[in-house]
């Protein structure tokens, strides 16, 4: 079973920042793999925000997280980054981490991923 554990997420105020960590929920590598971060608010489906295929050679953004969030592998210690920057009160939601396919449109934009969702962090951004 292919299970992420998101960390990292809490109250913030606009403007604050937050860094979420990502790692796996049993033994396996997260090397192989692309990994993507998504957001969920309540009675939506999940969006897709940051993705970075194997070795990092590429990314994928949201454009309402472009310049603000930056997402980092560390492959050494088998966990991905996300870095946000100016948090704004939409970007409020959980925040859940997955596995997918190193085509990050399909990733990120069509939300293909392997294995399930876990329990996800949750952000709150508010004054």
């Known amino acids: 079973q292919l299970q992420l554990v998101e960390s990292g997420g809490g109250l913030v105020q606009p403007g604050g920042s937050l860094t979420l960590s990502c790692a796996p929920n049993g033994i396996f590598t997260l090397e192989h793999y692309a990994v993507g971060w998504f957001r969920q608010v309540p009675g939506s489906e999940h969006e897709g925000v940051s993705c970075?295929?194997?070795?990092?050679?590429?990314?994928y953004y949201a454009s309402s997280v472009k310049g603000r969030f930056t997402i980092t592998r560390h492959d050494a210690e088998n966990k991905v980054t996300l870095q946000m920057h100016g948090l704004k009160p939409e970007d409020t939601g959980v925040y859940h981490c997955?596995?997918?396919?190193?085509?990050?449109?399909?990733?990120?934009?069509?939300?293909?991923?392997?294995?399930?969702w876990g329990q996800g962090t949750q952000v709150t951004v508010s004054s």
């Open positions: 970075v295929s194997t070795f990092g050679r590429t990314t």
């Open positions: 997955a596995l997918g396919p190193d085509t990050l449109q399909a990733m990120c934009g069509e939300k293909k991923i392997f294995g399930s």
